[in-house]
């Protein structure tokens, strides 16, 4: 119904930036909420950003003042600017909250992509 691609990982010294981006695309009306979550090795997925009815956002506390959340129509992104190594992770993209599916409230996730912070 819906399928999400992330793009924009790789590997950044520490004090870098990277911009991720995630496409969705299938047969919806709308989507609510976009945002991104990310999960270390031997971690639990944890939320970054969210952006909800394109407007509202909400930030976990690690990333705060670093990471900027934007979307524009069908595409979220996320600007992560000086990185620390404990941003490593696999970041992957969520859609919520989607117009014109048969249950509104269910998540969609990408792939994910890897970002690595190292020097």
């Known amino acids: 119904q819906v399928q999400l691609v992330e793009s924009g990982g790789g590997t950044v010294q520490p004090g870098g930036s990277l911009r991720l981006s995630c496409v969705a695309s299938g047969n919806f009306t709308k989507i609510n909420l976009m945002g991104w979550y990310r999960q270390a090795p031997g971690k639990q997925r944890e939320r970054v950003a969210h952006l909800t009815s394109g407007t509202l956002t909400t930030y976990g506390d690690p990333v705060k003042g670093r990471f900027t959340i934007s979307r524009d129509e069908n595409t979220v992104f996320l600007q992560m600017n000086n990185l620390k190594p404990e941003d490593t992770a696999v970041y992957y993209c969520?859609?919520?909250?989607?117009?014109?599916?048969?249950?509104?409230?269910?998540?969609?996730w990408g792939q994910g992509t890897q970002v690595t912070v190292s020097s």
């Open positions: 969520l859609a919520t909250g989607i117009i014109g599916i048969p249950l509104y409230g269910t998540a969609f």
